[in-house]
Nanobody, 128 residues
């Protein structure tokens, strides 16, 4: 069974850091574009970041640009989302998702409908 598993969430004070991991079970992430999304209570899902299958192309939402870094080391699990200078508004459930639609292309998108496989999510809470 193909699964994505997120980990690394937790409670952190404003200004703190967390590193989220997105690991694959039953397959390899090598050929997949990976996106990170988040959803806060009462809000719509937001695309946070994505990385192309090769790792050459990344994208960040304006709300996290300069604070979050997505990375991958192809051939290895998992894909990471390093988050620094966290703010209370970053509080949400964070999901990773995988897509094969852009394999071989130096691009990625943060439109949820372009992704085929989703993890269960990991809670990130930023609070003092």
């Amino acid at each position: 069974q193909l699964q994505l598993v997120e980990s690394g969430g937790g409670l952190v004070q404003p200004g703190g850091s967390l590193r989220l991991s997105c690991a694959a079970s039953g397959f390899t992430l090598n050929y997949y574009t990976i996106g990170w999304f988040r959803q806060a209570p009462g809000k719509e899902r937001e695309g946070v970041s994505c990385i192309s299958s090769s790792g050459d192309t990344t994208y960040y939402a304006d709300s996290v640009k300069g604070r979050f870094t997505i990375s991958r080391d192809n051939g290895k699990n998992p894909v990471y989302l390093q988050m620094h200078n966290l703010k209370p508004e970053d509080t949400a459930v964070y999901y990773c998702a995988a897509s094969t639609r852009f394999w071989g292309q130096a691009m990625c998108v943060t439109k949820g409908y372009e992704y085929d496989l989703w993890g269960q999510g990991t809670q990130v809470t930023v609070s003092s």
